[in-house]
């Protein structure tokens, strides 16, 4: 398998999502504007739950409705992310590799990525994620050069401003809307804040 | 900085107010409470009266939920000071030991409790917690059980056991748990919820057939209940679709399916903001039939 990068606005939101919720497990969705390739890119991701991630109903609801979305967006799901609620422990629970088998079998680059607690901190020189890829039968974890993250300096201030203008509660949930129908999965005034705060030169990424 | 009570124009008996409805309503807002509270003790300790106490116990475990030690200590040792006998100050103590993952510490804290007290449950449950932290689950829903034989009637207790079954895909005892919730709270509406996401979960026709009455009941407990008004309609379409069923229960399911289509429908009408045109023909049930249970309609 080859490259993975990971765009600044997934990355945001997939942290801020763990952030909202620091006693729970939370997962999400990565998704691709890219065609399919060699390497993926990870353009943006989808918060999904924050509760019961091992029961199937709202699991599977959430999944058809993004990828209903995806088709009429011209985004692929890619991925899957997942920062347990124990942060001593970043491996994959049995739902996260059910979830990322799914995901497989559409698409054969599948990225199944665990956001590490124990680095979430805003000094930490490292991206707090482990990534594991497919491979001889069973998710193996990925080379760490094998993954790009472009400027991940501005990408770190950009979640730091995200959290001192409070924007970081903008952040919707699949379970969230669930709860408040009124509520926006698809985050798009999240989304638009933080494009503003990405430089020119970094463009999409 | 401004204080609170500049920034949003409150006296100080409107932030003790809205603290205590915090406290009954038990709401996890800690950042909120550390915010409130601290600028309450701080300037207006004195008007408190013996409220004062209740709020030092509140603030001290929004202060840790927020890593606010220092606001902590100085909370405990105002209640140390006041009640300094107290095994609900000493829990307090423990709950920071906890905070500062010093857990043999606070083990040996609560142990102490538990030999002045054998039967003081919030130490009991703060010994399971520490298990829970640790990531050592199987021996916190061990400790649980025990727990349960002795205190019943600990509706809290009965529904985290729920939330740890469901975590190890232990469905069957899930189940149980949330079974013991309803008979005891017959109007709840989110244990009838979770209790047919579980059923749903388990899967095979007879867990389905069960999951949408109980998607069902919980929509008559609250009709606004989005997960129970989805559950029911995967449920019902599952069930319809399924070939072992007879063709009144198929009709009876698309029925019921078709109505729950109807109210998704109504409700985003009405107060939803759906991003695209995701309407409901995109659910297409059969899309990832067997994401969680090994069986499925067919078994």
């Not at chain 2, 142990?111 to 703060?126: G, M």
């Not at chain 2, 895909?169 to 996401?197: G, I, R, S, V």
């Not at chain 2, 309407?279 to 309609?297: A, D, E, K, Y």
Request: proline residues 3%.
């Amino acid at each position: 398998m080859g490259e993975v990068e990971l765009s600044c606005l997934a990355y945001a939101k997939m942290y801020l999502h763990a952030s909202q919720f620091p006693r729970c497990s939370v997962n999400g969705l990565l998704l691709s504007s890219s065609p399919a390739g060699a390497a993926v890119c990870i353009t943006d991701c989808v918060p999904l739950l924050h509760s019961h991630l091992s029961l199937a109903p709202i699991t599977q609801l959430a999944l058809t409705q993004v990828d209903a979305w995806c088709s009429q967006t011209q985004q692929r799901i890619v991925g899957y992310y997942q920062a347990n609620a124990c942060v001593s422990d970043s491996s994959p629970t049995p739902c996260a590799l059910k979830i990322a088998e799914k995901i497989f079998e559409q698409c054969n680059n599948t990225v199944l990525l665990m956001i590490d607690g124990e680095k979430m901190f805003p000094s930490c020189r490292v991206p707090p994620i482990v990534m594991y890829e497919r491979k001889d039968a069973r998710w193996a974890l990925k080379d760490k050069h094998a993954i790009m993250l472009r400027q991940w300096e501005e990408t770190c201030s950009i979640v730091n401003q995200l959290f001192s203008s409070g924007d970081q509660t903008l952040l919707v949930d699949f379970d969230s809307h669930l709860d408040d129908i009124t509520k926006d999965w698809t985050n798009q005034k999240l989304n638009a804040k933080i494009m503003e705060l990405i430089s020119p030169a970094n463009g999409n990424v | 900085m401004s204080s609170i009570s500049e920034l949003y124009d409150v006296c100080w008996e409107e932030m003790r107010d809205k603290l205590r409805k915090w406290r009954e309503e038990n709401y996890r807002n800690s950042e909120q409470i550390v915010d409130v509270g601290e600028e309450l003790i701080n300037e207006h300790a004195s008007k408190l009266g013996d409220d004062v106490w209740i709020i030092y116990e509140q603030v001290m475990i929004a202060a840790l939920d927020c890593s606010r030690d220092d606001l902590a200590w100085s909370c405990l040792q105002e209640l140390k000071r006041q009640f300094p006998d107290s095994h609900r100050v000493k829990r307090l103590a423990g709950m920071r030991l906890e905070a500062l993952e010093r857990y043999e510490d606070a083990n040996k804290l609560y142990d102490s409790i538990l030999q002045d007290d054998p039967t003081n449950t919030a130490a009991r449950k703060r010994k399971i917690s520490i298990l829970q932290a640790q990531g050592k689950s199987s021996e916190a829903i061990r400790e649980l059980n025990e727990y349960l034989e002795q205190f019943v009637g600990d509706q809290e207790a009965w529904h985290e056991l729920s939330e740890l079954y469901i975590n190890e895909h232990d469905y069957a005892k899930a189940a149980f748990c949330l079974e013991e919730l309803m008979m005891t709270n017959p109007h709840n509406h989110l244990y009838c919820e979770q209790y047919a996401e579980v059923k749903y979960t388990q899967g095979g026709l007879e867990n389905l057939e069960l999951a949408r009455k109980y998607f069902a009941q919980a929509l008559k407990l609250n009709n606004r209940n989005m997960r129970a008004l989805f559950g029911l309609y995967m449920s019902a379409s599952h069930i319809a679709a399924s070939p072992k069923v007879s063709a009144k229960v198929k009709k009876d399911n698309v029925k019921y399916a078709a109505w729950a289509t109807s109210q998704i429908s109504r409700a985003y009408q009405v107060r939803g903001c759906l991003p695209t045109s995701v309407g409901l023909h995109t659910i297409q049930v059969t899309f990832w039939p067997r994401l969680m249970s090994s069986n499925n309609c067919s078994n």
